[in-house]
């Protein structure tokens, strides 16, 4: 008899959204993202961090004071490095996220043919960004939606044996 209780295509690619995030620096929020081609095959992985370069122990990581003090100007989201980590022709792929995505990933998800965002959180959704991503979606004709329960990723770190 094979295994029943495997994981939903859904809950193994937010799922590997999730591990992607564990490798976020941020001290505040840590988000992932998985791009997946119609055939469920895993063509992108990011989660928020740096540009290549910019050292984590130099770079601000707070949201509070001067503009760049803080990580707004630094940071790249998760779904835009998991697009630019790609490298493949993402058109027609779904992205999985764990956040819903700000205004500016909107538009490169849009840019690069994605056609289908499923997100887990939207704490954001409120924000005139997260308002500015769902009217560019709709006119893009870019699907959303919001997976209907929370997963919870438990990792052990793999020790030496
Ligand atoms: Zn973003």
Redesign the pocket.
Known sequence: MKRKDVLTWDEYFMGLAHLSALRSKDPVTQVGACIVSDDKKVVGIGYNGLPKGCDDDVFPWGKEGDYLNTKYPFVV?A??NAILNSGEDLRGCSLYVSLF??N??AKAIIQSGIIRVVFEDDKNFKSDAAAASRKMFEAAGVKYEKLSYRLKLNVEKIENV
């Open positions: 989201h779904e835009l995505p700000c500016e990933c």
